[in-house]
């Protein structure tokens, strides 16, 4: 970003996944910032109840409502936008907004390309998994990107995981959970079988890192081989701090809000403060009291 006496920053994601991002920018900022003075926005780009950017039919349909989400970002007059999902990063491109826009966008793909890439080369024997939703595996952004570094199409297995997202995100500490999470590694290990060598998994949906451990607990019961298991949302997070070397002050000016067009249940608020307990007070007081906007962007 350019360097200001003031910063404005905005995480976007479809729901409550990217919060962990956001969370960690803010938990970083008080000793790393480079500015006196940071705005730190996240905006929960879900159209509306029980209906995300997967339950759209088309990529059109995606393309239309996303822009008019970005539109609707831009009015917070961001210096720097990160976009922490999967399924928007690979639906961003496509949007008029990222033909237009002089602003700074991150998106998050990239970040989990990186990684694996870093993984794989260090082992030549290695497999990548990526794990991610299905619209995010039909994009096939990842495998994109690492056989344009080189990487061997032969070594990239994708999973597709239907509706694991949603229960993430509504009832991310229920029996569902740990069953899908437990098919979908098992499904992966199936397909695995005929290749050697480490293991190297990307939970590539920001809502996936929460249940990080259950991903874990699946693959060791699963299979004996090794497995790394990354999570590209402390990538992205870290991405925002300049280098060692640079000032930093000891006070900056912090203002954290949250701001959403869909209503969250108490339930689900209650259920993340749970599941991220280095949840920064500023945080969690933007959270508990977000600023819900019916009008906040068109889903037309």
């Known amino acids: 970003m350019k360097k200001t006496s003031h910063a404005s920053i905005l995480v976007t994601d479809s729901g409550l996944g990217g919060l962990s991002v956001f969370n960690r920018i803010a938990a970083h900022l008080p000793e790393k910032s480079v500015w006196p003075s940071v705005d730190l926005t996240y905006f929960n780009a879900w159209p509306a109840p029980m209906r995300g950017y997967n339950h759209f039919d088309t990529l059109e349909r995606r393309v239309r409502v996303f822009d008019n989400a970005m539109r609707a970002m831009d009015r917070f007059d961001p210096d720097q936008i990160l976009i922490a999902c999967n399924t928007l990063s690979v639906i961003y ?3 008029p907004f990222a033909q237009e826009t002089k602003k700074q ?14 993984h794989l080369t260090r082992d030549p024997s290695s497999v990548a998994v990526v794990f991610g939703t299905p619209s995010t ?20 297995l994708s999973i597709g995981c239907t509706n694991l997202a949603g229960y993430i995100e509504r009832e991310p500490f229920s029996g569902i959970v740990g069953r899908t999470i437990d098919h979908f590694v098992g499904e992966a290990v ?4 005929g290749t ?3 293991v190297h998994a990307a939970l590539c949906c920001t809502h996936f890192g929460y249940r990080q451990t259950l991903f874990r607990q699946a693959f060791d019961h699963h299979t004996s081989r090794p497995v790394t298991l990354s999570n ?4 992205m997070a870290d991405q925002v701090f300049e280098p060692e070397g640079k000032q ?6 912090i203002r954290v809000r949250i701001v959403s067009q869909a209503v969250w249940k108490k339930e689900q608020i209650a259920a993340y403060l749970k599941l991220m307990p280095d949840m920064t007070q500023a945080v969690r007081e933007a959270l508990l009291n977000y600023e819900q906007n019916d009008t906040l962007f068109s889903v037309a």
């Open 93 to 95: 491109p496509h949007t």
């Open 105 to 118: 966008v991150q998106e998050i793909v990239s970040h989990g390309v990186q990684m694996l890439f870093e």
């Open 137 to 156: 595996v039909q994009a096939a952004s990842h495998e994109k990107g690492l056989m344009a570094l080189g990487i061997s199409k032969e070594r990239i």
């Open 190 to 193: 199936r397909q695995l079988e």
């Open 196 to 198: 050697n060598g480490p």
């Open 232 to 235: 590209p949302n402390i990538r």
């Open 248 to 253: 930093r002050f000891e006070r900056p000016d």
